[in-house]
């Protein structure tokens, strides 16, 4: 009788891969061949243009702390603004950071996560590695499949965010934790087969995801720099800006060119350096004024409020154009 040879865990994960990259494989093409994929999802409820007042972030309880500890909360609450995570965790007439929001795409509707302190709804229970991995690695706590890691999708900018500091993201970590706790519950997100199998988005990972530094050019000036970091990083306009192809990368020889917004009923405008077509003639005052003030009569104003750059001062802002 022939003893049954077990497979090393190593060829097992390879097999594993290659049938969740099949499986990907398979489904991006019946999506082109028959139709879009977009049945799976519906429209987000319409929700009234926001005015000139930007609603403060929470306040951040630092009863107990140190002094720095205190400055640390402070700074993660400069930085959580200057990323936008409220308007994309914060589901309209929702409680801030409680999650809920959805984001359209080709292949579903995507809800975001509860990220206030709740234990038991929210991100409560993460150390500081485990939201690392997800801001820098686009990896949350959990498996799917068993053998691999709970890979987050790609609506989530972690391709920007992978930019940032190991200190800024414990600041971020910091604030958050000092927020009030709302108890959410995440919604289910909407999303068809094969997609909605984690573990197919290796492949995408391997093909578009590189966590990596800004790599800054050496004749840039330290403001420059500020807001190479400020643009490519903590404000992920990247993600916004840039056309995507067809599996939802974005496209990097278009990066900043402008796109509509999957699921939304506004175009994000054309912001590279382009004198024609983008910011590149502007001035810096006229882009610190469509950044922090909302436009002005010549260049006029975003269609959809740009919060992040509402909060900042004017001189943070100024920074950002550098292309």
């Known amino acids: ?5 077990h497979r090393p865990l190593a060829t097992r994960l390879v097999s594993l891969s290659i049938a969740a990259v099949t499986i990907v494989t398979l489904g991006v093409g019946a999506a082109f061949a028959f139709g879009d994929l977009a049945d799976f999802a519906y429209r987000p409820t319409p929700i009234t243009a926001a005015g000139t007042n930007i609603p403060a972030l929470p306040a951040p309880d630092t009863k107990g702390m140190d002094a720095k500890q205190v400055a640390e909360v402070r700074r993660g609450e400069y930085l959580t603004a200057a990323g936008d995570c409220m308007p994309c965790h914060t589901a309209p007439g929702g409680m801030m950071f409680a999650g809920g929001k959805s984001f359209v795409t080709p292949f579903g509707t995507l809800y975001s996560p509860n990220i206030t302190p709740d234990k038991a709804t929210g991100i409560g229970n993460w150390n500081d590695t485990q939201f690392w991995n997800a801001m820098h690695w686009g990896i949350a706590p959990g498996s799917s499949l068993l053998v691999f890691p ?3 999708f790609p609506a989530m900018p972690y391709p920007s965010y992978a930019k940032l500091s190991k200190p800024d993201v414990t600041a971020i970590k910091a604030y958050l934790d000092a927020i009030p706790p709302v108890n959410a519950a995440h919604l289910s997100n909407s999303i068809g087969f094969p997609f909605n199998i984690r573990a197919g988005l ?3 990972r391997l093909l578009f995801f590189n966590a990596g530094p800004i790599h800054y050019k050496k004749s840039w000036s330290p403001a420059v720099r500020h807001g ?3 643009a490519e990083a903590l404000g992920h306009c990247d993600a916004c800006h840039s056309p995507r192809n067809f599996l939802y990368a974005t ?9 509509r917004i999957l699921g939304e009923s506004w175009f994000a405008p054309n912001i590279s350096s382009s004198k024609k077509y ?3 003639s502007w001035s810096r005052a006229t882009l610190v004024a469509y950044l922090h003030a909302g436009g002005d009569m010549k260049q006029g104003g975003g269609i959809r409020p740009h919060e992040s750059g509402g909060r900042f001062q004017p001189q943070p802002t100024s920074g950002i154009r550098y292309q």
């Open 251 to 259: 496209k990097q020889d278009e990066s900043l060119a402008g796109t």
């Open 1 to 5: 009788m022939m003893r049954k040879i």
């Open 150 to 152: 709970k890979y987050l």
């Open 278 to 280: 983008g910011v590149g």
């Open 228 to 230: 190479a970091y400020l």
């Open 202 to 204: 290796l492949t995408w």
